[in-house]
């Protein structure tokens, strides 16, 4: 069986926990594993794995008249949704929506796929029951899974339940009563967010993947239903919204088959945002790309992004790092060879460039790449053809590529140790990713983005940190910069044993001494000659002062100096005080 199939029927237990169904079917349309929740959705007794094709073991209706499998494979869609409608074995109906993703082996081929199914009956009895007005219901949807917030006829948010709270960071306290698009932006509110619409012409609109923006910045997937409220009289008197959190299923898309997308990328920086603005148009040419950036940066996960967003991305990915291979092997791992080109190539071998025919190539570390092969690349560019090691027939190819450096390339060619007319071939599109330390305003977004991904790959409910882990981690330069990052809060998931990540969990090379260490009495009866000091700051005295009066406690004495707590940890480290 697939090793990505394998990886899938792993994950029944965690759906079953979020009370989602799980369905994974094989390429011959076999059903081969189904969790508790979708045999109860579904009233499936069937033995799996089994011999019958889904459309043989599932009612029709579960279908609802068309494979949205073979819809998302012709149309190159990572998943699609739908609403339907099924008896279930009480003979009631049942209201489901359903995710359908397919699957593709490491050669882009067709697999199989993942079916999650959602059961959404109560919430759509709620639906056709509530009122304006109810303050009961409101209760009651305060405390449902599915984030949901209402609108006056003019846009103002009404109500704004704990589960949209959770999703948005938002307070209640601080939307109500704001426009929605406001809050929201007015074109995620318009094109992803079509509430607006729906409160105009009151025509219910179900199973919407869109996004919204977090109060951090972060942009995060969700599938929407809308539906117009009505008066007792059947005026439209506003309008609700229920939201669905997708991040789990993008999360997985981005761990277990690599697709991932623009909701990887995250920060709120000018510098990151530059580059958000330009990814799209960047993605969707054929454009050669050229990324800059420190190591650590994301220039890989930069070019996955790129790549699943183009037109090539249901061909394949293929990389090469220029700077790990030796130069004596860098060449047939690139180009390929044919048989007996040299000694032992007893068979023709076909190269990483033809293996991404059709798809895209990424060179990482470029500026390690030696000049003869710089020569042949450049060939490549020019006429989309190149010679195998040994062959004497040109190979055609159709690849984008896309490279990659962590050294700037304008300085390898000042002192000759790149090719100018390359670079200037590579050099179509540019991006430049900043280190950490430049964006340092980023990093408590990208602290609970990383917290949240690497506990959804660990099978783990999501951890919280506490405000002195989040001031060390805020105070650290990050030198090997969003890897280092990742490795540090890893090691701190695995140690941390409860719901919250603390300073003692974090790598001993961040953590420094809790208290100052006792000052030595002077000895009684002797004369001793005290070392002198230069004097202390007024501002150091004072801190000093305050930190002893309060105890020791930070959060004590940022108030009494009308600080917060952060800038009072980087005044102590920028005085040596210890704490």
């Known amino acids: 069986m697939d090793k990505l199939l394998l990886s899938y029927l792993r994950l029944p237990q965690i759906f079953d926990f979020l009370s989602a169904g799980s369905i994974v079917i094989g390429k011959d349309r076999r059903l081969l594993s189904m969790n508790e929740t979708a045999r109860l959705l579904t009233a499936c007794t069937e033995k799996l794995p089994s011999d019958r094709t889904c459309r043989e073991i599932l009612d029709a209706s579960f279908c609802g008249g068309e494979c949205l499998l073979d819809k998302a494979v012709e149309e190159g869609r990572d998943l699609l949704t739908a609403d339907v409608s099924i008896a279930g074995p009480d003979d009631k109906k049942h209201f489901l929506t359903k995710i359908v993703s397919p699957l593709y082996d490491d050669a882009q081929e067709f697999a199989g796929c993942i079916v999650i199914v959602q059961d ?112 007792e009289n059947g005026r439209i008197t506003g309008g609700i919204a229920t939201l669905t959190d997708l991040s789990l299923v993008y999360q997985f898309n981005s761990e277990i088959k ?137 190979v055609k190819v159709d690849v984008r590529i896309i490279s990659a450096t962590n050294v700037g390339l304008e300085k390898q060619v000042q002192e000759k140790n790149f090719r100018e007319d390359l670079f200037y071939r590579l050099n179509v599109m540019r991006i430049e990713l900043p280190a950490l330390r430049e964006r340092k305003e980023d990093l408590p977004l990208l602290i609970r983005h990383i917290l949240k991904r690497l506990c959804s790959k660990k099978n783990l409910p999501p951890k919280g940190i506490s405000q002195e882990a989040m001031e060390t981690l805020l105070n650290h330069d990050y030198p090997g910069n969003i890897r280092e990052l990742e490795n540090i809060l890893e090691h701190a998931i695995i140690i941390s044993q409860g719901k919250e990540i603390e300073h003692r969990h974090l790598p001993l090379s961040l953590r420094s001494p809790l208290m100052p260490e006792p000052e030595k009495p002077e000895e009684e009866g002797r004369d001793i000659k005290k070392k002198s000091h230069p004097p202390l700051s007024p501002e150091k005295e004072q801190i000093l002062s305050l930190l002893k009066e309060k105890g020791w406690n930070r959060g004590q004495t940022a108030e009494a100096l009308g600080i917060n707590r952060s800038t009072l940890w980087r005044k102590m480290k920028k005085y040596n005080i210890l704490s």
């Not at 948010?157 to 999703?167: K, R, W």
């Not at 960071?169 to 729906?198: M, W, Y």
């Not at 199973?207 to 910045?217: A, M, N, V």
């Not at 249901?314 to 000694?343: D, H, I, Q, W």
């Open 258 to 394: 690599e697709r991932y997308t623009f909701y990887d990328m995250v920060g709120r920086a000018p510098s990151m945002q530059k580059i958000f603005d330009i990814l799209p148009v960047i993605s969707e040419s054929d454009a050669t790309v050229l990324i800059e950036g420190r190591t650590g940066t994301g220039k890989d996960i930069l070019t996955r992004v790129i790549h699943n967003a183009s037109l090539r991305k249901n061909r394949p990915l293929v990389k090469v790092n220029c700077a790990a291979l030796p130069e004596n092997l860098l060449e047939s791992e690139m180009f390929g060879y044919v048989k007996g080109a040299f000694t032992g190539a007893d068979r023709d071998k076909t190269g990483r460039f033809q293996e991404a025919d059709g798809g895209t190539i990424f060179l990482d570390e470029i500026g390690d790449l030696p000049l003869a092969l710089q020569a042949k690349l450049l060939t490549v560019l020019e006429d989309k053809e190149f010679y195998p090691l040994g062959g004497r027939k040109t």
């Open 120 to 231: 959404h009956s109560a919430f759509q009895e709620l639906m056709t029951r509530v009122r304006y007005e109810g303050q009961r219901m409101k209760n009651i949807l305060d405390h449902l899974e599915s984030g949901v917030l209402t609108v006056d006829r003019s846009g103002y948010i009404t109500f704004f339940n704990a589960a949209a709270e959770n999703m948005s960071e938002f307070r209640r306290a601080d939307v109500l009563g704001k426009s929605c698009a406001s809050l929201f932006g007015a074109e995620i509110f318009d094109n992803h967010l079509p509430l607006g619409q729906t409160v105009k012409d009151g025509n219910p609109r179900s199973g919407r993947e869109g996004s919204i923006c977090t109060k951090g910045g972060q942009r995060i997937p969700v599938r929407a239903n809308y539906m117009a409220l009505k008066n």
